[in-house]
Nanobody, 121 residues
């Protein structure tokens, strides 16, 4: 089983930046697809970005141009770099992984515990 641990969340002011990390336990991390999802209070969990084992990326419209997903297979870690943050970005951010890039959150097999991102103003 793959364990995922997110870190890097916190409180930032609108316009600021934050980088989230997702550390994986499995040596097979390099062959997994990874995605970041977020969930705000009262809202459904939504895709932020995904990256395949081959490095192909996909972004939600609101994330395009502001967020960057990446991975370091040697460190078994995925990242989400977030720039020009807005109050509406406030949510719990989750790292997830699976065999292939999925079309919904239900398609991913492994999930981290989430990390809170709060954007003020």
């Amino acid at each position: 089983q793959v364990q995922l641990v997110e870190s890097g969340g916190g409180l930032v002011q609108a316009g600021g930046s934050l980088t989230l990390s997702c550390a994986a336990s499995a040596s097979t991390f390099s062959i997994l697809a990874v995605a970041w999802y977020r969930q705000a209070p009262g809202k459904q969990r939504e895709l932020v970005a995904s990256i395949s084992s081959g490095g192909n990326t996909n972004y939600a419209h609101y994330a395009t141009g502001r967020f960057t997903i990446s991975r370091d297979n040697g460190k078994k870690t995925a990242f989400l770099q977030m720039n020009r943050l807005k109050p509406e970005d406030t949510a719990v951010y989750y790292c997830t992984a699976g065999r292939v890039v999925a079309t919904s959150a239900l398609g991913y097999e492994y999930w981290g515990q989430g990390t809170q991102v709060t954007v003020s103003s």
